[in-house]
Structure formats: structure tokens, C-alpha cells
């Protein structure tokens, strides 16, 4: 927590190394394209085929873009992009950081008087709040072309329908729940792994240490804060 006041205060105070700021967009977002699309794609694949043989079982077919839709926009999107973000970046920042901290490349900063957080973290955070939002809607996206493909498929629903169902469910509250989700997922892949990368001490078994407490912690708070915010949020239709 006191990282990231201390990780807004510098934002706010235009402390921001732009440059290092992009390079770590393509480091967290554009190399995650990949897993972040076969992930969702295999997600949207399972659970399309599933509600839709229970929703030709009771004969509310129509009804299948709707509620697939609706679980990719305000749950799978952001969990999907937020847990591969959290396997694939979280790890490499606590590494890469707690590296930093064991042949004391830390100590080095703080002796040119370089702030580690200012230096470190904050290009690491905004980019991660900048790109988590593009995974997220990129994974709904990704997750929505395999209901159609599986609802055209598996239940002979047309296409035209099935984005009908889409357009009679979805409301202007699903979009914020879903970029309040990407917002804070990204707050807590990327805070809470250079918070566990700097505090670590030791040698290089704590690297692994380091690695396995970020990759536990992250994806164990994402799913924690998922609940609060879909709690907070939802309300009957």
C-alpha cells in the first residue's frame, strides 16, 4: 500500500520515465497477445459449449449470446488477461527485481541518489494499467468469437441471433465493471511483484522464492478482489 501512494504521488507529480514506460508496454502487453488468445480462445471454446447444451435442454436457445457474453465481459475477460499477466509478468518483474536486490544493483541506485521506485516501478505500473485494459477487452473479444463459433456450431444458432441476445443483454454497467476489474488486476500484478521483488534478501534459491510468493499472491488477490468488485457491483436486473 505504501508503494503504490508513493507509485501515484510520483505519477501525479510527473515523475515518469516515458521512454522506459513503452518499452515495458511491449515487455507486459504486446508479447502477452498470444498466450492471453489462446487462453481465452480455449475458455470461450468450453464454456460456450456448455451453457449452450443446457440452454437447448430447456429450450432457451436464443438466450445463449446473452449469457456468454455477459460472464466474458464482467468475469472471463478480466481473469483471463489478469492470471496470464500474473503468470507471465508478475514472475518476471519479482525476478528480475529480486536479482536487482541480491547483486545489490539496488544499492547502486540509491547511492546516485535514484529513487528504485521512481526508476523501477512506476514505468513497470503504468504500463501495466495501460495494457491490462487492451488484454481484457482483447480476451472478451477472443472469448465472444468462440461462443458464436460454438453456439453456430454445437446449437445451430445463427449468427444473427446470437448477436441480438448480445445487444438486449449487455448494459453500459457491464463495460465499467469490466475496465474496474482490468484497473485493479493491473494495480495488483504489478505492485504486489515489485513489492515481494524489492523486499526480498538472500541468494539466488530466493529468486525462485521470490517468483513463486508473486505468481501465489497476485493471482490469489485477483480472484479475492474479483468477488468484492462483482459483489459491490452487481445488482438484480
Known amino acids: 500500500i505504501i508503494m503504490l501512494v508513493k507509485v501515484w504521488f510520483m505519477i501525479v507529480r510527473g515523475r515518469v ?55 466474458l465481459i464482467r468475469e472471463i475477460g478480466p481473469i483471463t488477461a489478469g492470471v496470464m499477466l500474473a503468470g507471465r509478468v508478475g514472475s518476471a518483474i519479482a525476478a528480475e527485481l529480486t536479482t536487482m536486490m541480491i547483486t545489490e544493483q539496488i544499492d547502486a541506485l540509491e547511492v546516485m541518489h535514484i529513487d528504485p521506485v521512481e526508476f523501477l516501478v512506476v514505468p513497470r505500473y503504468l504500463a501495466g494499467v495501460m495494457m491490462m485494459p487492451v488484454l481484457s477487452c482483447y480476451a472478451m473479444f477472443i472469448g465472444l468469437l468462440a461462443g458464436v463459433i460454438i453456439a453456430n456450431t454445437a446449437a445451430n444458432l445463427p449468427v444473427a441471433t446470437f448477436l441480438d441476445s448480445v445487444k438486449q443483454t449487455i448494459l453500459d454497467r457491464d463495460f465499467f465493471v469490466h475496465f474496474l ?57
Do not use: H
Open 17 to 71: 520515465d516515458w521512454i522506459e514506460t513503452f518499452r515495458q508496454c511491449n515487455m507486459i502487453g504486446l508479447k502477452s497477445f498470444l498466450v492471453v488468445a489462446i487462453t481465452a480462445l480455449f475458455t470461450g471454446f468450453a464454456m460456450s459449449l456448455q451453457i449452450s447444451r443446457e440452454l437447448v435442454t430447456f429450450g432457451a436457445d436464443t438466450a445463449i449470446g446473452g449469457v456468454v457474453s455477459l460472464a
Open 181 to 237: 476489474k482490468a484497473f485493479i488486476n493491473a494495480t495488483i500484478v504489478t505492485i504486489m511483484s515489485c513489492a515481494i521483488g524489492l523486499s526480498t534478501r538472500g541468494g539466488a534459491e530466493d529468486v525462485g522464492i521470490a517468483t513463486t510468493r508473486s505468481i501465489v499472491w497476485t493471482m490469489t488477490l485477483i480472484f479475492v478482489f474479483n468477488f468484492i468488485v462483482t459483489s459491490l457491483t452487481y445488482a438484480p436486473r
